[in-house]
């Protein structure tokens, strides 16, 4: 149904700023959730944020204060801005849908690709 395609990754320094893009394509779930994941070498996966079809959001608590989720329900893209940037942000970021309202349940069904995130020191 949906694909994914993320893009925006970049290296940047430490206290710099990236904005990650995730348009989607084809049919949308009625009701769904959408996140951004990282994985670094050597580290498990993790939901960096989330935002439902009703706009409900949520971050992990290493993100909040410095990363915004949202989406632009016109453009069917999915955006994550990410402000002083550190070094342990660097992953590669993924963006991922689900369908439901409740967003902290239930398995992420549809993924892009990724896109690298590099924060030098």
């Known amino acids: 149904q949906v694909q994914l395609v993320e893009s925006g990754g970049d290296s940047v320094q430490a206290g710099g700023s990236l904005r990650l893009s995730c348009v989607a394509s084809?049919?949308?779930?009625?009701?769904?959730?959408l996140a951004w994941f990282r994985q670094a070498p050597g580290k498990g996966r993790e939901k960096v944020a989330s935002?439902?079809?009703?706009?409900?959001?949520d971050y992990t608590n290493s993100v909040k204060g410095r990363f915004t989720i949202s989406h632009d329900n016109a453009k069917n893209t999915l955006y994550l801005q990410m402000n002083s940037l550190k070094a342990e942000d660097t992953a590669m970021y993924y963006c991922?849908?689900?369908?439901?309202?409740?967003?902290?349940?239930?398995?992420?069904?549809?993924w892009g690709q990724g896109t690298q995130v590099t924060v030098s020191s």
């Open positions: 084809g049919s949308m779930y009625s009701t769904y959730c």
């Open positions: 935002i439902s079809s009703g706009k409900t959001t």
């Open positions: 991922a849908l689900k369908p439901g309202t409740v967003c902290s349940l239930g398995a992420y069904v549809i």
